[in-house]
């Protein structure tokens, strides 16, 4: 199929993006790498009358190290954070799982988190590590938590005329555990846990990355991985099924993988 036509513009500024999107409000979409949307355009499930390019934006690249963590810029390609030096290994570990090679070339962080497929590993790091997401339109700039953020699968609190300009992440050195499943090498999650300190989400599963409290709640006080980890997991955590997994194969195996990071976070 070919998408619905549509007019193209690619800015050279933030400010220049800005005020397209403050004149095209919903009719405009973002092109933050393609790797999502242009499929979606050439199924027309997806029909801007506006497609804005933001791959000449410099604003939008480039990792900086903050006070308190790191500043990833949207328009950043997981290729750039893959070939960075210095950053935390739990990043490293999830951007391994994105795609193949050539996906990661010209896929962006922001991509991803805007487009909140449930499977993405980036929508889960930001859960699990706290992210703070900077917002920004030509009527201002807001920050949301990354639980904020996230309201349904593929669905972001993005206003119209909102773009998504970096992501900031705390530090987050230290023991962690990240795991998925996976029908071949590059696909899509069936299923996938992850850890940090005491904090536990579960993505793949339900509707949008979950944090399993009761899990967390058990790390907290001294547990550890097991038979009543992986029970809690299975009770708490919100599981769909499919054409490519049931909702009780995502449980369990969620389950196996909650206590699979677990015990790798304990034994760093």
Known sequence: MKSSPFDYHRPESLAEALSLFAEWGEEARALAGGQSLVPMLAMRLARPAVLVDLARIPELRGVTKTAGGWRIGSMTREVELERAGGLPPIIAAAISHIGHFQIRTQGTV????????????WPALSVLL????????????RRLSAREFALAPMLAALEPDELLVAVQ??????????????RRPGDFALVGAACHGSRVVAFGTGRVPQRLTGCEAHLAAGGGPGL????????????HGD???SAAYRRQVGARLVERVVGAAAAA
């Open 110 to 121: 922001g991509g991803s988190l805007v487009h909140l497929d449930p499977a993405g590993e």
């Open 130 to 141: 706290e992210a703070t997401l900077e917002l920004v339109s030509s009527r201002g700039s």
């Open 169 to 182: 992440l705390p530090d987050c050195g230290g023991p962690f555990g990240f795991a998925e499943v996976e």
């Open 228 to 239: 009543e980890l992986r029970k809690l997991a299975e009770d708490e955590m919100e599981a």
């Open 243 to 245: 054409i490519h997994a």
